[in-house]
Structure formats: C-alpha cells, structure tokens
C-alpha cells in the first residue's frame, strides 16, 4: 500500500483543513486507516483512526469534537476534517494503514506511512 497525504495548509485558529490520504492497492477496504501529527520537538502522537469499513472511528481525546476521520473505499481515500483549530494543533500530519482487523493508537502498529502534511495553525 502506498499513501499520499494532501490538504494541510496555513489556517487561523478556530478555522478547517480536511486533509484527505489516498491509498493505492485493491485491499483498501481491508485495511485500518489512521491519523497521527508530529509537532516540532515533539514525538509523533495519534489523532484518529478507522476501520476498514469505515463503522468504526477511534480519537485522541485532544481533538474528539472538533476532528472526523471518514473513508471512501470506493476512492481509496480517507479524510481528516479538522474544525475549531487551535494553534496546538500545529503539526505534520501523516496517514498509515495497519494489516489488522485490531485497531491500535501506537505508531509502531502501522505498516505503511503517507510522507505528511503540514499543517499550521495560527492565533
């Protein structure tokens, strides 16, 4: 599977970004899609994810409200809507996708890693 990431972007606080991931190979569907942002300095930390079916969604407790993660398997695609951003929320965004039908929040759980977004948030 490979992954590309797309959608970050300079945006003032309270404003939205929806970062959009697009998977290639035919096992999409089968596959765990999750969300997880680096800032500077900082270790790489999870932000969403979702079940291959899309009938299960998972948040960090730092965006649940303001953050959806959805899925169109018939695009291969997954998306991140990001609403009500704070400066926090200032990061690289990557997309990965896990060969289980187990979700997880850690980074080493994931098999494939898009190459990131950036994604700016200013006060």
């Known amino acids: 599977v490979q992954l590309q990431a797309s959608g970050g972007g300079l945006v003032q606080a309270g404003g939205s970004l929806r970062l959009s991931c697009a998977a290639s190979?035919?096992?999409?569907?089968?596959?765990?899609m999750g969300w997880f942002r680096q800032a500077p300095g900082k270790e790489r930390e999870f932000v969403a994810s979702?079940?291959?079916?899309?009938?299960?969604?998972y948040y960090a407790d730092s965006v649940k409200g303001r953050f959806t993660v959805s899925r169109d398997n018939a695009k291969n695609t997954v998306y991140l809507q990001m609403n009500s951003l704070e400066p926090e929320d200032t990061a690289v965004y990557y997309c990965a996708a896990r060969n289980s039908q187990f979700g997880t929040i850690r980074s080493p759980g994931y098999d494939y890693w898009g190459q990131g977004t950036l994604v700016t948030v200013s006060s």
């Open positions: 979702i079940s291959g079916s899309g009938g299960s969604t």
């Open positions: 190979g035919r096992t999409f569907s089968s596959v765990i």
